[in-house]
């Protein structure tokens, strides 16, 4: 029989690299996004609904309240999209998001609940949809959907939906310092595109140049040398998002200060993520930044991790007990 519910467990991301070209027609910048992905994660749990029920959500978490429940939501439409993608009418599942990533942050959380819901459902209704069509599916929902599935530390080319898989050795500790409020990643790359212009440089994409991955950055990635990488962290969205929130450069000295190797804005902000030399380093720069007052919380962490896969001890094939 069909599993009644199936958990699913989904990274963050930060971008060690974000080179962001100019401006293109359709309204994205082509992007060389190196992404890397964090322990800190969601869960999202699909479970059968009632016949006619439709997509219906649900949240916890210390964001919940920022998260919308409505159709919106991306985990609601990549449920809807692969029920479609399967000639399948209007699904009937209910999805809770267990959130820790931060909401608006510059993490990918809404990407990560809309990738952990395409495997979940998929699992859930029994398709086995081929990893190339939810891959494809990913890139529907948003540019950074198909990242979330794969996970681990790749290269985003185009607007960061073709991914190339890169060889990293060993695990980085970071830190992540989460400001009040979010950011909204079109008025990032607007800001981002208003510098441009205000430096005289242009922001199309006739203008700048097409970004490409830094040879030191992936070296650095290859070697597992997290010195190197730090000197190679670079974000080009950090000045417009720090044009949009100037307080957001008090937390990255605080947590320079206090000893991380290197210090960015995590892509569009206002979230900060610091690379630090240990696990204890890490533990260390995160008291420090709950301690300056220049973020609301700081949460150490680890990676790289896998992509959205259902969790281990998820109830799976769940087969009623006796009288059910
Ligand atoms: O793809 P996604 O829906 O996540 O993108 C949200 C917005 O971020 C886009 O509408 C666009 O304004 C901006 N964006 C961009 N270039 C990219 C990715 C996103 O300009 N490569």
């Keep these: 029989m069909d599993p009644v519910s199936v958990t699913v467990r989904v990274p963050a991301k930060v971008n060690v690299q974000l080179g962001v070209g ?12 190196v992404f890397f992905a964090v322990a800190l994660g969601d869960e999202v749990t699909a479970t059968a609904g009632e016949p006619g029920a439709g997509v219906t959500l649900s949240c916890t978490g ?30 009937d599942v209910h999805l809770h998001i267990a959130k820790a990533i931060p909401v608006a942050g510059g993490m990918a959380g809404g990407s990560a609940d809309g990738a952990a819901a395409l495997v979940a459902c998929d699992a859930l209704w029994g398709l086995g ?9 990913a890139a529907e929902l948003g540019s950074d959907v ?11 080319r185009g607007r960061g939906e073709i991914l190339e898989p890169l060889p990293v050795t060993g695990s980085y500790h970071w830190v992540f310092a989460v400001a009040d409020g979010g950011l909204s990643t079109p008025a990032v790359f607007r800001e981002c595109d208003r510098l441009r212009e205000e430096a005289g440089t242009g922001s ?7 970004p490409d991955a830094d040879p030191a950055l992936l070296a650095a990635l290859a070697d597992g040398d997290a010195v190197a990488l730090a ?11 720090l044009s949009l929130r100037p307080a957001l450069a008090d937390t990255l000295r605080a947590g320079t200060a206090a000893g991380a190797l290197g210090a960015l804005v995590s892509g569009s902000g206002p979230t900060c993520a610091f690379l630090a030399k240990d696990a ?20 150490a962490t680890h990676g790289p991790v896998p992509g ?17």
């Design 22 to 33: 100019g401006l293109r027609a359709d309204g994205f910048h082509d992007l060389a996004n």
């Design 62 to 91: 210390p964001d919940a309240d920022a998260v919308p429940l409505d159709g919106s939501n991306l985990a609601a439409r990549a449920a809807r999209l692969l029920a479609a993608r399967h000639g399948l009418a209007e699904p």
């Design 129 to 137: 949809t081929p990893a190339d069509t939810l891959l494809e599916l």
């Design 146 to 156: 198909p990242f979330a599935l794969v996970g681990g530390v790749a290269l985003g």
């Design 204 to 210: 199309g994409d006739a203008e700048v140049a097409t």
């Design 231 to 241: 000197a190679a962290l670079a974000n080009d969205l950090q000045p417009a998002a």
């Design 280 to 299: 204890e380093g890490a533990e260390a720069v995160a008291a420090a930044l709950r301690a300056s007052g220049s973020c609301r919380t700081a949460h």
């Design 308 to 324: 959205a896969a259902v969790a281990a001890g998820s109830p799976g094939i769940v087969v009623p007990g006796p009288g059910a």
